[in-house]
C-alpha cells in the first residue's frame, strides 16, 4: 500500500517568504506527526495530531510555525517569514492511535536563501 | 526532560566486522526504545524495537537488548555487510506518549 506521501520535496524558497508543507498519512492512522532533522538539531519533534484532540504543540520551535490537519487526513505545517535556521528537512509521519512504530515519509527539504 | 544518548559517528568498519553502537537514555517511567535506520536517499525505516525491560529486538541480523539497569539500547551485529552503511538513530517514546525523542545518530560506513 501507499506509504506516507511528502510534498513538495525540495523547497527553495527566500528568507521572508511563508511556506506550506504538505503531508497525506498512510490510510487509517489517525496519528501524526512532525518532525524536523536539521544539522545543528538532529531529528526533533514539532507537532502530533491524534484524532478531533487538541494536537500536542509542545515542539513547535516559535510562533512563525504552524500546522492543521483538515478532514482527520492530510496535514499543512506552514511557516511563516522564513528565517536561515528554518533550513531543514522536515519529516512527517503516521501511526494508528497510541501505536508505535510511526511510519515516516521521505521529507521536505527547505532551503532558505 | 527525555533524552537519548548515542555514540557520535562516524563509524567506519570494514566488511564482516562486529558491530556495536552504543545508545543510552534518560527517562521517567518505562519508555518504549527503538532503531531507526535511513539508508542512503531513503527515509526512515525502523530497524528493530523494544517494549520493556529485558525485551530484545532483532531484525536483519541486528540485535539491540532494553538494559533498565543501565538505562541502554546498544545496537549490535555480528558481521556487517556493505549494505549496512546508513545513518542509524535511536529513540524513545516515553510511558503515556507518542512522540519521539531521538539520539544524535550514528553515521555507519561499510568498506568492502
Known amino acids: 500500500g501507499a506509504g506516507v506521501s511528502q510534498s513538495p520535496s525540495n523547497k527553495v524558497t527566500e528568507k521572508g517568504k511563508d511556506v506550506e508543507l504538505r503531508c497525506d498519512p498512510i490510510?487509517?492512522?489517525?496519528?501524526l506527526y512532525w518532525y524536523r532533522q536539521s544539522l545543528g538539531q538532529g531529528l526533533e519533534f514539532l507537532i502530533y495530531?491524534?484524532?478531533?484532540?487538541?494536537?500536542?504543540k509542545s515542539g513547535l520551535p516559535s510562533d512563525r510555525f504552524s500546522a492543521e490537519r483538515t478532514g482527520g487526513s492530510v496535514s499543512t505545517l506552514t511557516i511563516q517569514r522564513t528565517q536561515q535556521e528554518d533550513s531543514a528537512v522536515y519529516l512527517c509521519?503516521?501511526?494508528?492511535?497510541?501505536?508505535?512504530?510511526?511510519?515516516f515519509g521521505d521529507g521536505t527539504r527547505l532551503s532558505i536563501l | 526532560g527525555d533524552s537519548v544518548t548515542q555514540m557520535e559517528g562516524p563509524v567506519t568498519l570494514s566488511e564482516e566486522a562486529f558491530l556495536t553502537i552504543n545508545c543510552t537514555y534518560t527517562?521517567?517511567?518505562?519508555?518504549?526504545l527503538f532503531w531507526y535506520v535511513q539508508y542512503p536517499g531513503e527515509g526512515l525505516q525502523l530497524l528493530l524495537k523494544?517494549?520493556?525491560?529485558?525485551d530484545k529486538g532483532s531484525n536483519k541480523g541486528f540485535e539491540a537488548t532494553y538494559r533498565k539497569e543501565t538505562t541502554s539500547f546498544h545496537l549490535e551485529k555480528g558481521s556487517v555487510q556493505v549494505s549496512d552503511s546508513a545513518v542509524y538513530f535511536c529513540?524513545?517514546?516515553?510511558?503515556?506518549?507518542?512522540?519521539?525523542?531521538f539520539g544524535q545518530g550514528t553515521r555507519l560506513t561499510i568498506n568492502p
Open positions: 509521519a503516521s501511526s494508528f492511535p497510541e501505536e508505535q512504530p510511526q511510519h
Open positions: 490510510s487509517g492512522h489517525t496519528a
Open positions: 495530531f491524534q484524532g478531533n484532540s487538541a494536537p500536542d
Open positions: 527517562a521517567t517511567g518505562y519508555p518504549s
Open positions: 523494544a517494549t520493556k525491560a529485558d
Open positions: 529513540a524513545l517514546s516515553a510511558w503515556g506518549a507518542q512522540k519521539l525523542v
